[in-house]
């Protein structure tokens, strides 16, 4: 098709076009049809020359059906909505205005706990926290033991935050809880877990999708430590407080 | 600086990410300057264009350039004077806009300067709205991750139809409505119907809209209608990382949340019948789709893994930015040509997603008419992406001869659309006599407009113009000042039917919250970087 200018194909009659569509597609069928009778082979990737499958057809119609039943987008219409339905605080975080994306503010009495509030800051804007209820299956499979390394204190905020938002988006596991274990500054570590469910769209309420974590203005205050000296060593413990801004 | 260094040869092995020497030398004056300190680097050129002098941010290569209308002008006032000195500094608080634009112009290998089109807003990096141009030649230039934005190769598809606005009323557009919700996977953590598996991926990765049309979910005469059609050749998918492929593989086909959506539209004004013909759009009253999305999720795992490479590289050689979100690498260094593939990869997949997301909006139009898409006349008008880096060829005058000369420029776009004038070799055959179809997608309940690039924007800002409306408010400010129900009302009384999947976005997305669209295309129509060919508006959108 490439060597086709546009003009030529525009003035191409429509049906012509059409119908070696369809019969390209009614092959396809037969071959797929053929391939399913000799060996136990559910796609045939090889073949360049096909159609969309009639798996893929059935996929549609069966989501088609399925989203037709939750009727989700009739019943959020008529929902009352309050402000306290989106971000819930439950925790030492809170909410700050940037223009397009969403900054998160999270403190604690240690990198630790501030880590904790945070990680619950960015679940709390994808959905509703308190609907969440612990699953002891899904926390074992997907919140237990999160270790990441990182190369300075900002790279280990970067990095604690990403890996939380990427379990979510490698599994739908939001916790309702975050625990840190350990945060050693040395070798720049953070071991956590959490416990909470895999989202489900029927149970659960669909917030902003967060595309990414940014290191844009991102902060970290360490406790009785006002300028920027990195090279002293940092107390893990007292007021530690926490700037993100999430692009949305 | 940088781009005083003579030009030669690439020296190879490029090892370090970036040289020591465009360290920028962080001095006490830039912090502690009053707001009308700041104000005097700021000039007005035209009644269109305000330019930002060199020394306004540390380390400034290039002066920077923001195409403004009296609003935006407000609005960055504001935003710089609520930034400067006397705030409370500790914690909190976010770049403004005009900061942005200028520390981008501090990256070493920038040429001519760095551009904010009207619907500029602060973001992260780069601002969104930002053009920014690297001289291929100059081994120091740089490639950054930050300069295209997490969601790489986000872009606009227009599909035009034969049916009339009356085709679609009452009854028949809430089914309409209705079936596409149904069709389309939306909103937070929702899988794709197309079928995949990694094999699949791979090909996509490397094929973009080709794989869409081997396996005839895409027409042949789309990717004529795309944006390189639809495919980058740098791509490679194998500087993809396990981890990003793993989140593409369930989230083809799917639109996402936030700002992505599918609309139904009705041609509300023509203003440029030819061009408008030549796009078969020509009459007042057609309907249209126009869908809105990016890469997913394997674009934003592309774009942090970049970020966090390029990081650690910069932490490694001891480089510091104005931002540090601005981590970039120099293009032929190993982390500049890594992420050059991988997000020529992401690009790639992006195409795909929307050629997958238009495979079923037309099965949802053929199921509600009861008609086949090739019977609607179903047909790209075009497709463009406006997060993106791009390797162009640019003419640029020689400073020391005067002479124009060829360049080949890494052109990043940022929340900005390139708009190629009539004749450019890089545009499709239909649109060479009346420049490249630019989309601009509106707000939720207002216009959209489909534009043409023009000859002056192609030598005013490496032909690229706005890409939307940019935002005036912030998302809680929305949700705070915007009552749900009103919002609904509003959108009910103008006829537009509406699903959205997350309850919060109603008021997030409001048109209130947007900077008004029509401003935007007009300022840029006067500015000479586009004009406006037709007005869309809407009357179904699905959101996530």
Not at chain 2, 149 to 164: A, P, Q, S
Request: proline share 4%; glycine share 8%; aromatic share 6%.
């Amino acid at each position: 098709m490439a060597d086709n200018d546009d003009d030529t194909t525009a003035s191409t009659p429509l049906g012509k076009r059409q119908s070696s569509r369809r019969d390209r597609r009614a092959a396809r069928a037969t071959e797929t049809a053929q391939a399913t009778d000799d060996v136990v082979v559910v796609r045939v990737s090889s073949n360049s020359n096909r159609g969309p499958s009639d798996e893929l057809e059935r996929r549609i119609a069966a989501s088609v059906e399925r989203r037709k039943k939750s009727n989700v987008a009739a019943a959020l219409l008529t929902v009352d909505l309050k402000e306290s339905d989106y971000n819930e605080i439950l925790g030492t975080y809170e909410y700050l205005d940037h223009t397009a994306d969403i900054q998160l503010h999270s403190w604690g009495n240690s990198l630790g706990e501030a880590l904790e509030a945070l990680a619950l800051a960015l679940f709390g804007y994808m959905t509703k926290l308190s609907l969440i209820q612990v699953n002891d299956q899904d926390s074992a499979d997907f919140g237990t033991d999160s270790s990441i390394s990182a190369h300075d204190l900002t790279s280990l905020v970067f990095n604690f935050l990403q890996e939380w938002l990427c379990i979510f988006h490698e599994s739908g596991f939001v916790p309702r809880t975050v625990c840190v274990q350990s945060v050693n500054l040395e070798t720049f570590t953070v071991v956590s877990s959490g416990k909470g469910e895999t989202m489900k769209s029927h149970k659960h309420v669909q917030g902003t999708e967060v595309k990414a974590v940014t290191y844009s203005n991102l902060q970290v205050i360490p406790a009785n430590n006002d300028d920027d000296d990195e090279s002293s060593p940092l107390d893990t413990t007292g007021r530690w407080d926490i700037w993100v801004i999430l692009d949305i | 600086m940088a781009k005083n260094k003579p030009r030669g040869p690439k020296k190879t092995p490029v090892k370090m990410a970036l040289p020591k020497s465009v360290i920028p030398k962080q001095s006490l004056d830039f912090k502690n300057r009053t707001l009308e300190q700041e104000k005097s680097f700021l000039t007005k050129v035209n009644p269109t264009l305000y330019k930002i002098d060199v020394g306004f941010v540390p380390g400034m290569n290039v002066p920077a350039y923001v195409i403004v209308n009296d609003e935006l002008e407000q609005l960055l006032l504001e935003e710089l004077a609520s930034s400067a000195p006397g705030g409370d500094k500790r914690g909190g608080g976010f770049l403004p806009a005009l900061k942005q634009v200028a520390n981008v112009a501090a990256l070493p290998g920038i040429v001519k300067g760095s551009f904010a089109m009207p619907d500029v807003h602060s973001g992260y990096g780069f601002c969104i709205g930002n053009v920014a141009a690297f001289d291929m030649d100059d081994p120091d230039a740089v490639v950054s991750p930050g300069g295209v934005g997490f969601d790489i190769n986000c872009g606009v598809r227009l599909i035009r139809t034969n049916l009339r606005e009356e085709d679609v009323s009452g009854e028949k557009r809430q089914e309409l409505c209705q079936s596409l919700f149904d069709h389309v996977p939306v909103g937070v953590g929702q899988d794709g119907v197309i079928p995949m598996n990694l094999k699949d991926l791979e090909d996509v990765l490397l094929m973009g809209m080709d794989y869409c049309l081997r396996e005839g979910y895409s027409w042949p005469e789309d990717r004529e209608h795309c944006e390189e059609n639809g495919r980058m050749l740098l791509a490679d998918p194998s500087k993809v990382s396990k981890r990003a492929k793993k989140r593409g593989v369930t989230q083809l086909g799917t639109l996402g949340a936030g700002n992505h959506y599918v609309e139904v539209q009705v041609v509300d004004e023509i203003f440029d019948e030819t061009a408008a013909q030549r796009m078969g759009i020509g009459t007042v009253g057609q309907v249209c789709v126009m869908i809105h999305s990016g890469s997913r999720g394997l674009g934003h795992q592309v774009a942090t893994d970049a970020l966090v490479e390029m990081d650690r590289a910069m932490t490694r050689d001891g480089i510091q930015l104005n931002d540090r979100q601005l981590s970039c690498a120099r293009i032929g260094s190993d982390e500049g040509q890594q992420y050059l593939a991988a997000m020529s990869a992401a690009a790639n997949y992006a195409w795909a997603n929307r050629s997958c997301l238009t495979y079923l909006v037309r099965r949802a139009f053929s199921r509600t008419f009861e008609k086949n898409a090739e019977d609607l006349d179903m047909h790209l008008v075009y497709d463009t992406s406006h997060n993106i880096a791009k390797v162009e060829e640019h003419a640029m005058i020689d400073p020391e001869t005067g002479e124009p000369e060829i360049k080949k420029l890494l052109v990043h776009r940022k929340g900005s659309t390139r708009a190629f004038p009539p004749h450019h070799p890089l545009i499709p055959v239909s649109y060479q006599l009346t420049g490249q179809p630019v989309l601009i997608g509106g707000t939720m309940g207002t216009c959209s407009y489909v534009l043409a690039g023009t000859e002056e924007g192609m030598d005013y800002t490496f032909g690229s113009t706005c890409h939307g409306a940019g935002r005036a408010l912030s998302r809680n400010a929305s949700r705070r000042k915007l009552d749900h129900e009103e919002v609904l009302k509003q959108l009910e009384d103008k006829g537009i039917a509406i699903r959205v999947a997350s309850p919060k976005l109603v008021t997030e997305e409001a048109p209130e919250s947007y900077k008004d669209v029509i401003h935007v295309v007009d300022t840029c129509e006067r500015a000479g970087i586009s004009r406006k060919v037709v007005k869309l508006r809407p009357i179904a959108v699905v959101k996530g």
